[in-house]
């Protein structure tokens, strides 16, 4: 039976597969190579645009495991659009719990994770470093036309929540952001992790 399903999945592939490769994947490592947890990408943007750090995210995941990376994925549970509000209903509950002489919770901003954040997840989840990033779309305005940058930035952290690396990498564009944009800056700084960290 597992043969069978095994000839069935070669064949999807196979000929499912489009002739320019549109169709990307990777298998998570059982064990043996590091583990990165994974947290944001905040997009900064000055053009209106879907969220396309949530994009970012999901392609750094494919690639880090085509790098050869187990890769766990850390989820925060607030929507990105609405970031703001959060932070002013986050800031304004601390306020009252540390009028009641209680520790203030974990307030997630539009701003990376600290280092001290990091460290004590490190506490709680099992990982060898932590990335995050952000996405810069700038367009020049006033302009009719005008391309667009798109610039992937990252860090990786240790389990102690200790800065190991930064990468950044940055293209032009058409005035309209596609999600091969995206794909092409994520891969070219996840190609340098392995560079900066060993696996």
């Not at 396309?52 to 790098?67: C, R």
């Amino acid at each position: 039976m597992r043969l069978l399903l095994t000839i069935a999945g070669l064949y999807a592939f196979v000929f499912c597969k489009s002739p320019r490769d549109n169709l990307n994947y990777a298998i998570n490592p059982i064990q043996g190579n590091k583990k990165i947890l994974l947290g944001d990408f905040k997009q900064k943007t000055n053009v209106q645009s879907m969220n396309l750090g949530k994009l970012a995210k999901d392609f750094t995941v494919i690639e880090l495991m085509k790098e050869g990376y187990r890769v766990d994925v850390f989820e925060t549970n607030y929507d990105p659009i609405l970031i703001r509000k959060e932070e002013t209903k986050s800031a304004f509950k601390n306020m009252i719990l540390k009028a009641a002489g209680e520790q203030n919770e974990r307030v997630f901003t539009s701003d990376m994770l600290d280092s001290n954040y990091i460290a004590e997840l490190g506490k709680e989840r099992n990982f060898d470093y932590f990335l995050q990033g952000k996405l810069h779309i700038y367009k020049e305005e006033f302009k009719t036309n005008s391309l667009s940058e798109i610039i992937a930035y990252i860090t990786l952290s240790n389990s102690e929540g200790m800065l190991v690396a930064a990468i950044s990498s940055k293209k032009k564009a058409s005035s309209e952001i596609s999600s091969e944009d995206v794909s092409e800056v994520v891969t070219d700084v996840i190609k340098k992790v392995p560079q900066v960290i060993n696996k």
